[in-house]
Nanobody, 122 residues
Framework: QVQLVESGGGLVQAGGSLRLSCASS????????MAWYRQAPGKERELVAA???????NYVDSVKGRFTISRDSAKNTIYLQMNSLKSDDTAVYYC????????????????WGQGIQVTVSA
């Protein structure tokens, strides 16, 4: 079982930036996909960005050009650099790992972090 711990959330004004980190422990297979999801109040949890072990990435359309997911395999850590933040980005952000990559296009699979709040003020 992989343990995931997020950090870096908080309150930021619209147009600002934040960087989220997710440190993982346990066995990380080369076939795994690491991802960031988010869930806003009253909405379903949605995929934000995903990254493979080789560095291939996938983003939801609403964050393309603003968010960047990256992976430091030596540290077993992934990051989400969020720029040009909007009020619509306000949500709890979750780190996710699936050893078989089933989460590449979304869906509820694998292991989850505890979540971290990101609030963007107008």
């Amino acid at each position: 079982q992989v343990q995931l711990v997020e950090s870096g959330g908080g309150l930021v004004q619209a147009g600002g930036s934040l960087r989220l980190s997710c440190a993982s422990s346990g066995s990380i297979e080369r076939t795994s996909v690491m991802a960031w999801y988010r869930q806003a109040p009253g909405k379903e949890r949605e995929l934000v960005a995903a990254i493979t072990d080789s560095g291939r990435t996938n983003y939801v359309d609403s964050v393309k050009g603003r968010f960047t997911i990256s992976r430091d395999s030596a540290k077993n850590t992934i990051y989400l650099q969020m720029n040009s933040l909007k009020s619509d980005d306000t949500a709890v952000y979750y780190c996710n790992h699936d050893k078989s990559g089933r989460n590449w296009s979304g869906g509820i699979f694998g292991s989850w972090g505890q979540g971290i709040q990101v609030t963007v003020s107008a």
